[in-house]
């Protein structure tokens, strides 16, 4: 009897081991079994405590506070700014490693709204992920996406298509590739979407993303696009040229600050001074806000804008309005 009772407390002991054993498996152990990365973006150092709470509220982590010992255990007390792939698969050590190495990612890559399909060529060749001229004559050729169910311009390149947003797109993804994941993107977030909104306004979707477009150029500020494509709509209906400065540099090649009265002669099809109407297609990728403004323009009888100092517009119903409004802003501009 005395030999059974002395064994009790190891057996007990072993018991507080092998529990506490089982419950740091379970508090370290991946979220889940499927890889699916994450871009965790630090745009300024975070300490451990607060990096470790944001993993877990991504559901990367189990245990947050498990994660922020680890990191301070290695002297990891303050996380670098940067940019850091996770996947659920990871276990917590796995992602603690790669905080602690600060070992960024290159996986990403952010494509923002309004720009042109040159510039996204430019931005995957610098990151090594796609050669540039091969991007380029992609999307020249619409043909070759023809198996995604969206509609795609015949005649005319992918501008407007690709859209914005931040891709998983490793270095050597190749432009086929990189190109499709922007088209499936456009397909899931504007088409499948607002399909039924297109049908009520009577526009296809290459009319919409091509009215985005020269909203996304036009405007700084979210809260006037709608306002901005009231005047583009507002023209549209009296068969008034448009005449948006963006298309006319888009029409010529090279994006400036100011236009100047010359430009504004440059025989193109996207010079909407000389030509009534729509320009032919998008003269950039447009960002969802321009295309719910475009899906959406507020109910005005504006006919005219004209930009202040701060960015914003000083719209106007008549020309002599516009006039007005113009000489006040130079007048406020003159020091």
Not at 30 to 45: A, D, H, K, W
Not at 158 to 170: D, I, K
Not at 227 to 241: E, W
Not at 290 to 299: H, N
Request: with cysteine; net charge positive; glycine share 6%.
């Amino acid at each position: 009897m005395r030999k059974i009772l002395l064994l009790t407390p190891i057996a007990l002991l072993i018991a507080l081991f092998a529990a506490g054993g089982y419950w740091w498996r379970q508090q370290t152990r991946p979220v889940s079994t499927t890889f699916q990365p994450q871009l965790v973006r630090l745009r300024e150092p975070m300490d451990a405590d607060a990096i470790a709470q944001r993993l877990y509220q991504r559901k990367l982590v189990r245990n947050p506070r498990l994660l922020a010992w680890q990191l301070k255990r290695k002297g990891k007390s303050q996380i670098a700014a940067g940019d850091y792939e996770f996947s659920p698969s990871q276990n917590l050590f796995e992602i603690a490693d790669i905080l602690i190495h600060e070992q960024f990612t290159r996986n990403w890559v952010t494509i923002p709204e309004g720009w042109t399909i040159a510039r996204i060529a430019e931005r995957l060749a610098e990151r090594g992920i796609a050669d540039k001229e091969e991007f380029l004559q992609l999307c020249q050729q619409p043909q070759q996406f023809q198996d995604i169910d969206m509609p795609l311009p015949q005649h005319l390149h992918l501008e407007g298509y690709l859209f914005p947003s931040t891709y998983r797109l490793p270095p050597g993804t190749g432009a086929e590739q990189a190109i499709r994941t922007m088209l499936l993107t456009t397909r899931q977030q504007v088409y499948q979407r607002y399909k039924d909104a297109m049908k009520q306004r009577g526009l296809n979707l290459h009319e919409l993303l091509t009215i985005a477009s020269m909203i996304e150029k036009e405007v700084l500020h979210d809260d006037e696009r709608p306002r901005v494509a009231s005047v583009i709509y507002n023209r549209l209906k009296i068969n008034m040229p448009l005449q948006i400065d963006a298309t006319v540099l888009y029409g010529m090649g090279s994006w400036k600050e100011r236009v100047l009265y010359k430009d504004l002669r440059h025989p193109s099809p996207y010079n909407t001074y000389l030509n009534r109407g729509l320009p032919p297609g998008p003269i950039a990728n447009p960002g969802l806000a321009s295309i719910r403004a475009a899906l959406g323009p507020e109910p005005t009888d504006y006919l005219f804008y004209v930009a202040q100092a701060d960015g914003y517009h000083r719209f106007s119903r008549t020309y002599e309005e516009h006039r007005r409004a113009i000489q006040e802003i130079r007048h406020q501009q003159t020091p």
